[in-house]
């Protein structure tokens, strides 16, 4: 018999002594009657015990094991999958630096220079969208280096896509974005009263408006992103210079990886994925996920 069962077993013959002694008096008579039911109960409960303990072995033979075999192999055949895309992905970043497989070089790249006639109208015309929810630490920050962005001003549009259903947020981006405008830049918040698709359903009901039309690019940032003031100078022409070039996305760096040793180790394995999975898919020139920022 288990000893974890011994102590309910006690207290089961514990309670029946304290019920017969409240119901039928205490005589020696009764306490020997009790001590016989007692034994048989507890005969009665050991045998109920061996079958619970037979069904529980019989179903993890015939039920649990299997199941469990079966996700092993599938994990262990999975590790294998992993393990060899990783080591093809290396191969393929081996083939790419030896041949200095860079973008400079495989696409035409000139940097954007103001017509001495037109001024800065030969330059596009650039979106930037910033689409944030209750970003209260953060919107600040984006919105600030957003507007920092060296292009024309005459041509960059901002969109602040704004779901928040924060009141005190609301009202702080209200702010935030009457800032700089009174400083020229043109920025202004699109909000909606539903929150249909969520993030992606807010950058797509923001491009339906009438100014987004006259738009040749649209830069995409996510609330917590600061973007570097040369970002459009670096990535605009790629998208001038080569017709065929439908998207440019930008790897991330991190303000606080060296905060302590969890941010180390997200830092690693984010750089991982840019430096290795990302660099991959562009020299095969395969599809690749959206970082948040392109």
């Given at each position: ?30 306490t020997?009657?009790?001590h016989?039911r007692?034994e ?54 081996l ?51 957003v ?30 974005i ?64 080569n ?52």
């Open positions: 018999m288990s000893l974890y069962l011994k102590p309910f077993l006690f207290l089961y013959d514990s309670t029946l002594s304290l019920l017969l002694f409240l119901f039928n008096g205490w005589s020696l008579e009764d020997a009657a009790a016989e007692l048989t109960n507890n005969n009665a409960a050991e045998s109920e015990w061996m079958q619970i303990q037979y069904l529980w072995r019989k179903t993890r033979s015939v039920v649990l094991l299997p199941i469990f075999k079966g996700l092993v192999i599938m994990c262990l055949v999975l590790s294998i999958i992993v393990f060899f895309e990783s080591f093809y992905m290396n191969i393929v970043i083939f790419g630096k030896l041949l200095r497989r860079k973008p400079e070089k495989l696409y035409k790249w000139e940097a954007m220079q103001e017509d001495v006639e037109a001024g800065s109208e030969n330059y596009p015309i650039v979106l930037v969208q910033i689409p944030m929810y209750n970003e209260k630490e953060v919107f600040q920050i984006s919105i600030a280096a507007c920092n962005l060296l292009w024309p001003s005459s041509r960059l549009v901002i969109q602040v896509v704004d779901d928040s259903t924060d009141p005190v947020v609301r009202e702080g981006v209200d702010i935030e009457a800032k700089w405008q009174s400083q020229g830049i043109n920025i202004r918040c699109e909000r909606r009263d539903n929150r249909n698709g969520y993030k992606a359903g807010a950058m797509k009901e923001a491009l339906t408006h009438n100014y987004v039309k006259q738009c040749d690019f649209v830069a995409v940032f996510d609330a917590d992103f600061q973007p570097e003031p040369d970002y459009l100078a670096r990535t605009i022409p790629f998208l001038v210079h017709p065929d070039v439908a998207l440019v996305q930008a790897r991330w760096i991190f303000v606080n990886a060296n905060k302590c040793l969890m941010t180390r180790m997200q830092e690693m394995s984010l750089n991982y994925h840019f430096k290795v999975e990302q660099e991959s898919g562009f020299t095969r020139h395969a599809f690749f996920g959206f970082n948040g920022t392109i």
